[in-house]
Structures are given as C-alpha cells and as structure tokens.
Antibody
Framework: QVQLVESGGGVVQPGRSLRLSCAAS????????IHWVRQAPGKGLEWVAV????????YYADSVKGRFTISRDNSKNTLYLQMNSLRAEDTAVYYC???????????????WGQGTLVTVSS | EIVLTQSPATLSLSPGERATLSCRAS??????LAWYQQKPGQAPRLLIY???NRATGIPARFSGSGSGTDFTLSISSLEPEDFAVYYC????????FGGGTKVEIK
C-alpha cells in the first residue's frame, strides 16, 4: 500500500535551519510529483512546494521562496525539504503528499503522510 | 492567486441528516476542484476530485457538484465518522485551499 512517512521535525530557534524527509513506499516514487503542504496549529492547509517526478522542476509558495528548497533522491525513494532562515510563522505540521491528476504542478493530492511538527521558537 | 471561500465555517447537524457545504472561487476554475476530509490528528483524505468524481474507496453518500466558481459537497446521511473538517482545493492555477468547514455534532 502507498505510504509516505515524514521525519525531521522538532523545535528550532528563529533564523536556524531544519531538513525534513519523506520516505515513500508502495508505489513507483520516480513516476510522481510530490508536494509539501503545511498546517499551522488550529489553522487551514497551505501549499508549500512541489517537485517534478524527475526533479527537473521545482516551485514554491511566495511565503517560503528563497528560504526553502525541495529535493528528492529517487534511488532512495525519499523527498526532502531544506528549511533555512526559519521564522515563527513557519511553525506548522508539514505533510508530504503525492500529486494526482496533475496539469504540470497543479495537482490534486491523493496520498498524504502523517505529518511532522516543526516549531520555531526561541 | 485564486482564493477559495468556504461556508459555513461550522455546520451543526445530527447523525442521519444531510450536510451541504459550499466553496466559492474568486475566479472561474472550471471543474478543477477537490474536497478533502480531515479528522483531528490525522492527515487530510481526498474525497472528491474534478468537482464530482469520488476518489477510490469513498462511500456513495459523498457527492460533489458545481463548476466555474460555485461548488458544493453533499453528504446524504451523516454517519458518526463523518464529523470532521472539510477543505476544498483548486488545481486550476497551482494549488490553493479553502479555509475549511467544520461539521460538528448537534
């Protein structure tokens, strides 16, 4: 069965960095674009970034552009999110999700991980 | 950016009743709309895509309709497990989500 498992969350001070991972199994990882979506505590969902199936294209929300970098290692079936210059407003649960029925990077999301919590606080 | 506005923010209903949730887009998105269900402490689950297509394994009591700017998610008869938060999402131009509708037990 399709599984996405995030890891790497934790408490980090403002201005510092953190790298999240998303391990995929149960499907051909290298055939799918994968997204990061976040959810601040008690709030709604916010799309963060997408990477093409082969890593050739990457796009970001304006709120994280220039600070976050999405990447993938198809040999390890793993997605990454490098988060630099973290701010308090980046505090959220971060989900990875598989793109479905896409037009370029515009997708629905059919499978989601359980999420990993990132807390930015001094 | 396409803004999605969901209403109402909270819907208080009893099991067995019909739920009707609304999602309005700031510009036409054709039928490029999905609905997700999220329960506390869980990830969202895809229910409906392309406005009216049920995702794999989704019960027939869930149905979606609409096109252009106005969309509706209907739950024909609420089961206890349906009380949750529901989000709409468009894929006409990248991805944006609505603010959510909480369906709570009356």
């Amino acid at each position: 069965q399709v599984q996405l498992v995030e890891s790497g969350g934790g408490v980090v001070q403002p201005g510092r960095s953190l790298r999240l991972s998303c391990a995929a199994s149960g499907f051909t990882f290298s055939s799918y674009g994968i997204h990061w979506v976040r959810q601040a505590p008690g709030k709604g969902l916010e799309w963060v970034a997408v990477i093409w199936y082969d890593g050739s294209d990457k796009y970001y929300a304006d709120s994280v552009k220039g600070r976050f970098t999405i990447s993938r290692d198809n040999s390890k079936n793993t997605l990454y999110l490098q988060m630099n210059s973290l701010r308090a407003e980046d505090t959220a649960v971060y989900y990875c999700a598989r793109g479905f029925y896409c037009n370029g990077g515009s997708c629905y999301l059919d499978y989601w991980g359980q999420g990993t919590l990132v807390t930015v606080s001094s | 950016e396409i803004v999605l506005t969901q209403s109402p923010a909270t819907l208080s209903l009893s099991p067995g009743e019909r739920a009707t949730l609304s999602c309005r887009a700031s510009q036409s998105i054709s039928s490029y709309l999905a609905w997700y269900q999220q329960k506390p402490g869980q990830a969202p689950r895809l229910l409906i895509y392309d406005a009216s297509n049920r995702a794999t394994g989704i019960p027939a009591r869930f149905s979606g309709s609409g096109s252009g700017t106005d969309f509706t998610l209907s739950i024909s008869s609420l089961e206890p497990e349906d009380f949750a938060v529901y989000y709409c999402q468009q894929r006409s131009n990248w991805l944006t989500f609505g603010g959510g509708t909480k369906v709570e037990i009356k």
